[in-house]
């Protein structure tokens, strides 16, 4: 059975940092394209992040460059996304998400196979 299973949201200040883990199981993410989107509620999910099955290669949104790394250890079958400079429109529920791909570069995650349960992040003073 494959499961991801997102942790580490909270409640953080303007300004402060959180880092938000995706924890596979039933898969080996090695093989997978990986993403991280975000919903919050009344707005659209919004891709945030992406990063290749190899880590060779990445994607932010304009929303969130220069703020957000995401990062990925294939040995721990685990994905991360390290947060910064958090702003109160960052609030959302993270989901990370992982599509099957052959090539070692390939960082679209626009559609895929699974996803995790999601993670609440709030920015509020």
């Known amino acids: 059975q494959v499961q991801l299973v997102d942790t580490g949201g909270g409640l953080v200040q303007p300004g402060g940092s959180l880092r938000v883990s995706c924890e596979a199981s039933g898969l080996y993410i090695g093989l997978y394209a990986m993403g991280w989107f975000r919903q919050a509620p009344g707005r659209e999910r919004e891709s945030v992040a992406a990063i290749s099955r190899s880590g060779s290669r990445t994607y932010y949104a304009d929303s969130v460059k220069g703020r957000f790394t995401i990062s990925r250890e294939n040995t721990k079958n685990t994905g991360y996304l390290q947060m910064s400079s958090l702003k109160p429109e960052d609030t959302a529920v993270y989901y990370c998400?992982?599509?099957?791909?052959?090539?070692?570069?390939?960082?679209?995650?626009?559609?895929?196979?699974?996803r995790g349960q999601g993670t609440q992040v709030t920015v509020s003073s």
């Open positions: 998400a992982v599509r099957w791909t052959d090539l070692d570069d390939d960082v679209r995650v626009v559609h895929y196979d699974y």
